[in-house]
């Protein structure tokens, strides 16, 4: 869901911009959580460490998205947010959101519908890490993602691969398979279904 379809213009008129370079972090996992960000352009990952050292992808915010949702309820941000790309973002105050949801219902309404779409994609994400085999991982990906035949990439192979929690090579080579089979077409950024 856009944030222009849940947030008032009075409030993203007061928001704060800043613009970040492709690698650069916007705030990492347990930094203060002042509030929430909106991703205005560019792209933005959101990761873990595991115990391993292994970054582990939550997802990959575009253009619309919102960042940190939970930081309104949190003291700490739970996630480090990375800018894949240039990013321009704008930062929406704790206080100020919290306020315009006791103030206004509706507004308060469409941030949870937003929520609740957002368990509703991770529950999607959860079945498909139980899936056993890369092939039916990124087959469920696709399925779930496809806007008609044609699925574009939020970000690159390896943050795929990090979401789908696979190794890069493993998905590189279930992705060269899937081809070679006549089942999907790669391009730049997108992949496509081909007809059996």
């Known amino acids: 869901m856009d944030v222009k379809e849940w947030l008032p213009s009075s409030i993203r008129g007061s928001a704060i911009e800043r613009t970040l370079a492709a690698g650069q972090i916007l ?10 960000y909106e991703v205005v352009s560019g792209k933005v990952r959101r990761s873990r460490t595991d115990s391993d050292g292994r970054e582990l992808v939550l997802g990959i915010a575009c253009a619309g998205d919102t960042i940190a949702e939970a930081s309104l309820f949190s003291p700490i941000y739970h996630s480090t947010a990375t800018a894949i790309t240039k990013v321009v973002v704008r930062f929406h105050r704790k206080a100020t959101l919290l306020a315009e949801f006791a103030r206004n219902p509706r507004v308060a309404q469409s941030f949870m519908r937003l929520l609740a779409c957002q368990v509703i994609d991770l529950r999607a994400r959860l079945e498909r890490h139980n899936l056993r085999s890369a092939r039916e991982r990124v087959r469920h990906y696709l399925a779930a993602d496809a806007n008609g035949d044609i699925v574009v990439l939020p970000g690159t192979v390896k943050d795929l691969a990090g979401e ?6 493993a998905l590189y080579r279930t992705l060269s398979e899937m081809e070679g089979e006549g089942e999907i077409a790669r391009l730049k950024g997108k992949i496509r279904f081909l007809p059996h």
């Not at 705030?27 to 929430?36: N, Y």
């Not at 789908?164 to 090579?169: A, M, N, Q, V």
């Open 164 to 169: 789908l929690g696979l190794t890069h090579e």
């Open 27 to 36: 705030f990492s996992r347990g930094d203060h959580a002042a509030g929430l």
